[in-house]
Each structure stands twice: as C-alpha cells, then as structure tokens.
C-alpha cells in the first residue's frame, strides 16, 4: 500500500463519474462472469455444461475463457446464446507470461501446458506480456489482467503496461477459485496512475468445477444486452463488481460536482467505505468530498453486507477549472 500523506480538504475538486450514462432507474442489471474454463483446457466440465449452470444461476453475460484455447462459438458446443436469452463473450486467457483475459477477438498462443481434455496437439511459447497485449490490439480486442495477485509483480510493471497499451482496461480485483481480494494491487496501480488513466476493477469466478460458481462477479447496467453494449461499458469502467454470492447490489449512484456530493443506494449493505489513495477517507452512504481531507487522485467505494463485498470503478478526481 502507498504511503499515507496528509491531504487538506479543498472546494473546488470535481469527480469524473464513470456511470455518467447509467440510467439506474430504467436500465436492466445483468450479472456476468467473464473467465471461466472448460475441458477445452483445465476445467473439469465440457463447455454445455458449464454455460448451463450459469443460465441456471441466472447469469446473462459468460465468457468461456480458457487457457490458450478459444471455445468458440457456443454452437459448436451445442449451446445457442440467443435461445438462452445470454450473451456470449468470445474470449480466452492467454497464459504464457502474466495470465491476461482477451475478449472480442480470437488471438490466441498455443502451449502445451494447456492441452485440451480431449486431447490435440500444441506447441510451446516464449512470449512477452508486451506481444500479447499488442496481438490482442491487433485483433481489435480487449485485455484485463487475470490475478495479479498470484503473479506477484510489483506495481512498475502494471504502471508501465496500462500507460502503453489503451485496450488493457484493467485487472482482475476478486478472483473466486484462488479466493484472492486483491484491491491493495488495484489501489496502488490507481493511487499511481490517476486521474489520467483509470483501470477498471473486475471480479470473476476463475471456474474449473462447480463449487467455484458465483463466487465473484460483475455486473452490468445495461439498456440493452447485446455485445456493443457490454463492450462499452467495459471500456468506460460503467459496471460494478462483487465478491461473495449474496454481496451486496447498488441501486443508484449520484454524483453531484456542484455541491460536492457523491452518494450510492443499494440493497443488502451495511456499511459504506470511501476509499482513496488506498485509506478509507469517509464511512457512510454519502461523501461530502468538498469538505473531506486525504482525497487523492480518485475516489472509490466499498459496500459491506454479510453476504460480501461491492465495489465501485474509481471516480477521477479533477481540479474545477
């Protein structure tokens, strides 16, 4: 975690609120999973199965993401998005170096660390994460970092990678199979990259066998579920994410630059955290962060409830011109 230094509270700070175009009332939320795995690599259930058990936790929005291995399209598992009324994220999670989530796109490296159940034929890789993140770019894709915390690299080498590369949006906060929080990484990375670049918070079940379902997610407020759609709200940071099955769920979000107060809604919390620089700042619904001291360059929150944990994207914190 970052030092602590003392920061005096000022008026004239604006937040650059990443659900700006959320429409808390009249949008759908839908829960997603966005990195799980098959016997299409190390998981240990064939692909139609894994998709059912999502469709029947009610989930709307899957990736199959497994180890060098695109398992793609559904069909071909015998499973149709459409007729499950989910979306389908084509992705898979390359795992040469850091282990990083690729999504729209079918760029992949071969191992044969990673060979299919079923069996195949595949060739070892030396790669660096700066080839895959640029063959991921090529292929018009986006990338998040898988786990950082299991990887254990130190802050420079994700500073320096998010700087590069546009269409690494972010990293994976909450992983369920390794049962990692890793929001001191995801603080750290924030406190040295904002306001100018944020990176967007995710957490996903990381499945291999069923008990690993529903651990963590993401969630999505949508007016429409359709790829275009997700694509962008993961581009704007414009979703939350959760750890703990029953965590709690955000109803509303406001921020108001005018009179310096940023408030969230939700069910099933019982406490609010604000957090900034990686120190909690403030605990209650609303902050008041015209009048509140150690606000560095962002700004996120933390719903608590007995079912688990809730946390915002970072808001910005800019300087009113």
Known sequence: MVAEVYIAARNDLILVNPYQEVDWEEHAQYRANLHTHTRQSDGLHSAARVIDAYHRAGYHILALTDHDAVTWPWNEHGRDPEELGMLAVQGNEISHAHHIGSYFCDYNIVSRRYLPVIGGIG????????????????????????????????????????????????????NGKLRLQDHEIWDTVLTMLMPERPVWGFANDDLHIMWHLGRAFNVFPLPELCEAEIRSAMERGSFYFS???????????????????????????????????????????????????????????????????????????????
């Open 123 to 174: 060739s070892a890789a030396n790669v660096t994460e700066e080839e895959i993140l640029t063959g991921i770019a090529d292929s018009d894709g986006l990338a998040v970092f898988f786990h950082p915390g299991y990887h254990g690299n130190p802050p420079q080498f994700y500073t320096s990678l998010f700087s590069k590369f546009p269409h690494l949006i972010g990293m994976e906060v909450a």
């Open 243 to 321: 750890y703990g099955s029953a965590a709690p769920v955000i109803r509303s979000i406001l921020v108001d630059n005018e009179g310096g107060i940023v408030a969230i809604d939700g069910d099933g919390w019982e406490e609010v955290s604000w957090i900034s620089n990686g120190f909690v700042i403030h605990q209650g619904a609303a902050l008041d962060f015209h009048n509140t001291a150690n606000i560095g360059a962002y700004i996120r929150a933390e719903m608590s409830g007995e079912g688990g944990i809730t946390y915002t994207q970072p808001f910005a914190v800019g300087i009113l011109q």
